[in-house]
């Protein structure tokens, strides 16, 4: 038998369409449509809210939805004040991921010399956010005020350039990282590929343009085997994600500069290491895990090949940036119109003297003064190529580059960084 609800025994209102129309059913399919109405639209809010995603919570694209605050009389007050040079022949500089490793040290050096620096970072959480708040702090000491925002916000850059008049750019902000890009692939795109495209369209329309200094990348050479990498080389099998958006930039550079007049030159970094560098570098995290007593991955090649980099100091790193925004040309352009040719160029800065990983770990494992738990494996194919080597012959002419830090020096002058930073080693990195 047919169970009735009480909706049942209500008597039905006789209607001129609906004879069978039952009012009260009526209201509760009214009730019932306008309910699931709004949990539809609300699933449609929150997907769309979240849309840009993927499910991993450390995804960049989904940090760009965060709100920064910036703006107001105090604020721009600050900028003004942290990007004026205090030498008549001095540059006004922005730059761009300067809470990063290569950032904050290249922001450092440019104050000191006398420079105007205005750093500019999203701070997201790819690493140890603490870490990039203590270099802030390192900063802002030396008189260096680095706003909160995204190279993605084309407001947040177009006020900066209504505040300060940039004589050049220092683009260092890129998600960075040759294995992370095949979990987080969307975060690359985000970051090196559409940021650099805002960052750009914002400099090209600029009053004046300024010169615009970026990194690039050793992994754009990919899989060559042709050694040292020279710039003449070709550049067309990037072995991970995070190199093909290296190359892409390079590529956007050209057009950029082709079309729009934009001063522009990239510098292909090998593997830099020194003091406040990145955790997620294998140098960094061997000497935490070997404090630790963890056993540490050290990759080889096939038959046993050795896997080596063309390892750079940071100081070093630094003087090829300060000599590449020395010798930038103006750019061309202005009120977004080319007005003849532009400088366009790109260099290595490597270190020239390639060493094998298995020896990285053993002069970790005497400044440490603790034996590495060794795990040898085969180099995983996700991103890492097997060796980097740089022919710098170009930097040396045009820029005065000239590296002088072995792996040992530098590696010291870490080792007494990170021990100092992390307490002994007893705070661990994370
Ligand atoms: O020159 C660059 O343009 C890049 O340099 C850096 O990449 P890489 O040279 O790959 O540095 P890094 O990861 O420190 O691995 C170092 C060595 O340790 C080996 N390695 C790594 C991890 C591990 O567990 N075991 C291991 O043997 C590994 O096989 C490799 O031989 C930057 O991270 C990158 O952002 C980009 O700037």
Redesign the pocket.
């Known amino acids: 038998m047919k169970q009735m609800s009480h909706l049942d025994d209500i008597p039905s209102t006789p209607g001129k369409f609906k004879p069978y129309f039952h009012r009260t059913r009526w209201q509760s399919s009214v009730a019932k449509l306008a309910f699931w109405s709004l949990v539809f639209v609300g699933l449609i809010f929150i997907f769309f809210y979240r849309s840009p995603v993927s499910s991993n919570p450390a995804d960049p694209s989904r940090r760009s939805l965060r709100t920064y605050s910036w703006g107001g009389p105090a604020w721009e007050k600050r900028v003004r004040s942290s990007a004026r040079l205090r030498t008549r022949r001095g540059f006004s500089v922005l730059v761009t991921g300067a809470a990063g490793f290569v950032g904050t040290h290249v922001s450092a050096a440019l104050k000191r010399r006398g420079d105007g620096v205005l750093g500019l970072d999203n701070f997201n959480d790819y690493y140890d956010p603490s870490l990039k708040r203590a270099r802030q702090a390192l900063l802002e000491r030396s008189g260096v005020f680095v706003v909160e925002g995204d190279i993605n916000d084309a407001a947040l850059l177009k006020k900066l350039f209504e505040v300060v008049p940039f004589t050049h750019v220092m683009h260092l902000a890129a998600q ?4 992370y890009a095949m979990e987080n692939p969307s975060s690359y795109v985000h970051s090196n590929i559409a940021g650099f495209v805002n960052l750009l369209e914002v400099c090209k329309s600029a009053n004046p343009q300024p010169a615009i200094v970026w ?1 690039s ?3 754009v050479y990919g899989l060559n085997t042709k050694v040292p990498f020279s710039e003449k080389d070709r550049t067309d099998q990037p072995a991970s994600l ?2 093909a958006t ?1 190359k892409a930039g390079e590529e956007i550079a050209h057009t950029y500069n082709h079309i729009y007049g934009l001063s522009l030159t990239g510098l ?6 020194g003091p406040w560098g ?1 955790p ?7 000497t935490r895990d070997i404090l630790k007593g963890k056993a ?4 080889e090649g096939v038959n046993h090949g050795t ?5 750079t100091y940071i100081d070093d790193i630094v003087k090829g940036c300060l000599g590449a925004l020395d010798t930038a040309e103006k750019s061309t352009g202005s009120g977004g119109k080319k007005r003849g040719a532009a400088q366009l160029r790109v260099f290595n800065l490597g270190n020239t003297s390639p060493v094998p ?1 298995t020896d ?1 770990v053993t002069i970790l494992e005497r400044l440490l003064k603790v034996k590495a738990k060794r795990n040898i494996m085969k ?1 995983p194919r996700n ?6 080597h740089a022919n710098i012959s170009s930097a040396q002419r045009e820029l005065g580059y000239k590296p002088t830090t072995d792996l040992q020096t530098g590696l010291k002058k870490f080792a007494r960084w990170y021990l100092g930073y992390y307490n002994g080693g007893k705070k661990a990195a994370s």
């Open positions: 960075a990282g040759v294995r990194a990348s050793s992994s995070y190199a290296k292909r970094f090998f593997t830099v290491y990145r997620d570098m294998a140098y960094f995290f061997f540490i991955s050290i990759f896997v080596a980099r063309d390892f990983v990285l180099l991103g890492d190529v097997q060796f980097t």
